[in-house]
């Protein structure tokens, strides 16, 4: 027969092994070190694909007044073209989000892409 603590010993181990395996998987996720310096965001599903385009914190942080050319991701032999002007990136600069149009692309059909992009830093 088992002695009465030996259950409890075990539950007690247990429980710290939980808790010292789960507080760094908690504290890492609450805290980021370092936002990341860009961000790829993800198309609108079109012609039965999405792309996806990288844009760079500095790109928000300080918009060129010309704004930004973008080439998108290949994906079924194209790409697509994107442009976002100063004022744009500014908006997204202050928090707030802008929807873009790809240039068009005729390979599989004619179509285009929508981009919505936000602030993530």
Do not use: Y
Not at 14 to 42: D, I, M, R, Y
Not at 59 to 82: N, Y
């Amino acid at each position: 027969m088992m002695p009465k603590r030996i259950p409890a010993l075990i539950a007690g181990f247990a429980f710290l092994v939980l808790l010292a395996v789960g507080l760094p998987s908690c504290s890492s996720s609450t805290s980021p070190s370092n936002p990341a310096t860009s961000k790829t965001f993800t198309s609108s599903v079109d012609n039965s694909h999405s792309h996806t385009v990288t844009i760079e914190n500095a790109e928000v942080q300080s918009p060129p007044s010309a704004g930004i050319s973008k080439t998108t991701s290949s994906v079924s032999g194209h790409t697509h073209s994107l442009t976002i002007t100063q004022a744009q990136l500014t908006t997204v600069n202050g928090g707030g989000s802008v929807t873009i149009t790809t240039g068009s692309s005729d390979v599989g059909g004619t179509h285009t892409h929508t981009f919505t992009i936000t602030k993530w830093f």
